[in-house]
């Protein structure tokens, strides 16, 4: 299993970025995105089932949608007025209902700055 991040980058504060996971061999039934700060532990941003069920952490407050195409076996993640505190590595995952998140990617960096 191969999950490879793309789309990340450096952004003004109110951007948008879209990133992508592109998932390889089987379709996952569960595919989350998470985030880790400098210094800080990782965490949940959200996840997204094989049927578009979505959960979001509270700090995402609308400003992230989480998005799926099971054709292409890839998951994305839209970021909407993006803020300097969103600043960080972010990783996609990928597992069943059981063990959500057993498969992991890189990770892709973004970076909010003035």
């Known amino acids: 299993v191969q999950l490879v991040e793309s789309g990340g980058g450096s952004v003004r504060p109110g951007g948008s970025l879209r990133l992508s996971c592109a998932a390889s061999g089987r379709v996952f039934d569960t595919m989350a995105w998470h985030r880790q700060a400098p210094g800080l532990q990782r965490e949940l941003i959200g996840l997204?089932?094989?049927?578009?069920?979505?959960t979001y952490a509270d700090f995402v407050k609308g400003r992230f949608t989480i998005s799926r195409d099971n054709a292409k076996n890839t998951v994305y993640l839209q970021m909407n007025s993006l803020k300097l505190g969103d600043t960080a590595v972010y990783f996609c995952?990928?597992?069943?209902?059981?063990?959500?998140?057993?498969?992991w990617g890189q990770g892709t960096q973004v970076t909010v700055s003035s």
């Open positions: 995952s990928a597992g069943d209902p059981r063990n959500k998140f057993v498969n």
């Open positions: 997204i089932t094989v049927r578009d069920r979505t």
